[in-house]
């Protein structure tokens, strides 16, 4: 049987990380982490991989293989306290769970044909197991699963009863003339007047709407990636701008935080920032000619996870960590300080011959550019247009010319003379 075969598949993203499914928070985070069949020797061990503890599944990650695998919580039927023993003490600390298999000793969500003994081997210090064991019996107390499950049926039950009511009400009642309009807007604020009395009868009902909102944020971010959405009804979806601001105002479902992560902070937190660039900012980063001020991207990020803010610091460490991954983009810092996020696919030969151009028109031969002229045409911001400018002359394209008026810059004629009628 292969590597783990007999616990559930798990999607990853481009980042590495586990893909969650509608409603599904990240908890809990440990590295170095086994994961035995207790009792089943046939069944292959998972070796040393990254475990997250969500409130719906045990996820496992092989960051090496890209592998993953999950144990889902609806499948637990009792945990085992982790022993405190003289032998335990020199041992790799470790908590065991029974969950329920098929008869081919495969892990299956929700009740089986019989039962199965797993071993999850933690390698770090005992304050993990009894903090990992604290937040697992905490997480199934509340089975969030359920509440999903029970959420979607009653959904998909009322969306039909609205079909059906909706059919009939337009079978009883034409809306025409001014009374029909009035009475349409009237059944949409009371619809309107409901949702909200709904929403914000109690905590749960409003993380229950807030996850429909999620899950809606998520389908217009695929046809906005898709491309989708250029041919569709104006109307009905708005322009790909509005779109990319109400994502990112919707925000992240699951933030990253030092509490969940502990020591793999900066590392969850960088393959996060990851997935962010992925999701939300593919659009300014293209239409930003493939670069964006680091700062740009801290305030969309924190933005995107509302009251977990982090600091500018736990950012660029993230960033940093980039070396280690093989992404599309990258950290960048020019020769005046400025940092950058750039992807990788942007050439710099490409924007010095933008610029160029520019400066061999005929007025900017006369008067030269400005960044802000450049900023212009590369459709990027003043800051990061002189930066381009400046490597631009390092590299011999351009003459600068600083008066109190600030920089203006040249097409470089030198170039075209010949070095033996220098002279001349």
Avoid at 236 to 253: A, Y
Avoid at 286 to 305: H, Q, S, T
Wanted: hydrophobic share 45%; glycine share 6%; aromatic share 6%.
């Amino acid at each position: 049987m292969a590597v783990g075969a007999w616990l559930p598949p798990v999607e990853l993203t481009a980042s590495g990380r586990a893909a969650l499914l509608p409603g599904e928070v990240e908890r809990l985070f440990l590295s170095s982490v086994d994961i035995e069949a207790e009792e089943n020797t046939t069944l292959t061990p998972l070796r040393s991989g990254l475990l997250a503890l969500t409130s719906h599944r045990l996820i496992w990650i092989n960051d090496a293989a890209r592998l993953a695998r999950s144990v889902p919580l609806s499948s637990i039927i009792h945990t085992f306290p982790p022993k405190k023993s003289i032998k335990s003490m020199f041992a790799s600390p470790r908590v065991r769970i029974q969950v329920s298999a098929n008869v081919d000793g495969k892990v299956v969500g929700g009740s089986g044909a019989t039962s199965l003994v797993i071993t999850i081997v933690m390698r770090g210090s005992k304050s993990d197991t009894e903090s990992f064991y604290g937040k697992l019996w905490e997480v199934l107390k509340s089975k969030s699963w359920e509440v999903e499950e029970a959420k979607e049926k009653e959904n998909a039950r009322d969306r039909r009863a609205s079909v059906t009511g909706e059919a009939s009400s337009r079978a009883r009642v034409a809306v025409v003339g001014v009374a029909g309009i009035l009475r349409k807007e009237q059944e949409m604020w009371e619809s309107t007047d409901k949702s909200l009395q709904d929403a914000f009868q109690d905590l749960n009902a409003l993380m229950g709407k807030a996850k429909e909102m999620v899950a809606l944020a998520d389908k217009m971010r695929q046809k906005l990636l898709s491309g989708s959405a250029a041919h569709t009804n104006d109307e009905e979806m708005g322009s790909k701008q509005e779109m990319q601001d109400w994502l990112l105002s919707v925000g992240i479902i699951s933030p990253v935080t030092k509490e969940s992560a502990g020591a793999l902070y900066h590392q969850q937190l960088s393959r996060q920032v990851l997935s962010f660039l992925a999701d939300f900012v593919t659009l300014p980063l293209e239409k930003a000619g493939g670069m964006i001020a680091l700062i740009d991207v801290y305030c969309l990020f924190n933005r995107a996870r509302g009251t977990e803010l982090i600091s500018p610091e736990d950012l660029l460490q993230a960033c940093v960590l980039w070396e280690k991954y093989e992404v599309p983009v990258m950290l960048r810092k020019f020769d005046s300080g400025l940092m950058v996020i750039q992807s990788k696919d942007q050439s710099d030969v490409e924007v010095f011959a933008r610029i160029t151009s520019l400066a061999e028109k005929p007025d900017a031969l006369k008067m030269g550019i400005s960044p802000s002229d450049a900023a212009l045409t590369l459709g990027i911001a003043p800051a990061l247009a002189k930066e381009h400018m400046l490597n631009a002359e390092s590299k011999g394209l351009l003459c600068r010319d600083v008066s109190p008026d600030g920089f203006r810059f040249y097409a470089n004629l030198f170039r075209e003379f010949e070095p033996r009628d220098i002279y001349l």
